[in-house]
């Protein structure tokens, strides 16, 4: 039964429109939530606190070239932007997770770590080494044009191969909370969980950040208040470990998360914005595909590979298709 629940999570099949939708999303999530990115700023701190994780360490010293970090955020932009819409994908996609790896690993470079930034790496990465450009691309619309002139177009089935790459992201997006929430038990133990605790971090963050309400000021004067946020707090991040096996148990466990970082935000000016992919990849994508799909034929329906007139009209779900 064990291993019969693991492939299912792993291997069942999938289409490869459901992972196409992931990667237009992901891809076009982080372009926008990256487009205001700046590096060039680290090239002017001094050498003197240049303490480089260990990915970073074949280099002597900081980056002192601004004008070539300004080049490769540039180029890593647009990769972000033809990775979603399927523009020469392949090398899109690796040059979105190369240059990705510098550009945000750059900063954890000078003494302290930037724990937003380590999911989106991971994702393009697993992007990069799947299937996700082998439907809904503009590179399959041209391809697609040749071969209806030769009289023969390709049509791809659904695989276990357009299953592994979400699950896999799914399941590193839950384990980075997993993990805070028993960082928090390990190295604080339960003294973390204490209304005092909980209220030296939340004063601490509002002497760095401005946030957009008072909240933060107001709840820190409870203490019953800072006491339930600090039991909840880990509470909500350790069940991101079960939540992978039980599939109610991660609905929850996703909004209590969402919600946490919501209040954070408006409490503490502290905004999490990396990580609205990794929610992104629990949405029904699959069950959408017929609702952001036109009912009716579109003009330029023929130039797209996963239009045909036996399918319009119907999602890409088996689900739904049986109806």
């Known amino acids: 039964m064990m291993v019969r629940n693991w492939q299912r999570y792993w291997l069942t099949p999938a289409t490869a429109e459901h992972l196409a939708l992931v990667r237009a999303i992901g891809y076009g999530l982080l372009f926008l939530i990256y487009l205001p990115l700046d590096d060039r700023g680290w090239t002017q701190v001094s050498p003197v606190f240049w303490m480089p994780i260990s990915a970073f360490r074949f280099l002597s010293g900081p980056p002192g070239n601004a004008a070539l970090i300004g080049v490769l955020q540039i180029l890593w932009k647009i990769s972000l932007l033809t990775s979603a819409i399927g523009l020469v994908s392949r ?44 439907a809904l691309t503009v590179d399959g619309a041209l391809r697609s044009n040749r071969e209806m002139r030769r009289g023969r177009q390709a049509r791809t089935g659904a695989s276990w191969q357009y299953r592994w790459p979400v699950r896999l992201a799914q399941t590193l997006f839950l384990l980075v909370f997993f993990a805070a929430g028993y960082a928090k038990l390990r190295n604080g133990g339960l003294a973390w969980m204490t209304a005092a605790n909980m209220r030296s971090i939340w004063l601490g963050e509002l002497l760095t950040h401005t946030p957009p309400t008072a909240l933060g000021g107001l709840l820190a ?78 003009p330029l329906a023929p130039c797209f590979p996963w239009w045909s007139p036996s399918t319009t009209r119907r999602p890409i779900s088996n689900r739904f298709s049986q109806r």
């Not at 900063?107 to 996700?132: Q, Y």
């Not at 991101?240 to 954070?264: D, E, K």
Request: glycine letters at 6%; proline letters at 6%.
């Open 91 to 134: 090398a899109s996609m690796a040059t979105a997770a190369a240059l990705g790896f510098f550009l945000l690993g750059l900063p954890n470079c000078f003494g302290k770590i930037h724990h937003l930034d380590g999911f989106p790496v991971l994702l393009l990465t697993i992007l990069a080494l799947s299937r996700c450009s082998d």
């Open 221 to 298: 004067k409870s203490t019953w208040l800072s006491q339930f946020a600090a039991v909840a707090t880990v509470i909500v991040e350790l069940s991101a470990l079960p939540a992978l096996f039980v599939r109610r148990l991660r609905v929850l466990t996703l909004v209590g998360l969402f919600a946490m970082q919501v209040f954070i935000a408006l409490m503490l000016g502290v905004y999490f914005t990396p990580h609205l992919v990794g929610y992104a990849l629990f949405l029904p994508w699959e069950r959408y595909y017929g609702f952001l799909w036109p009912l009716s034929r579109p």
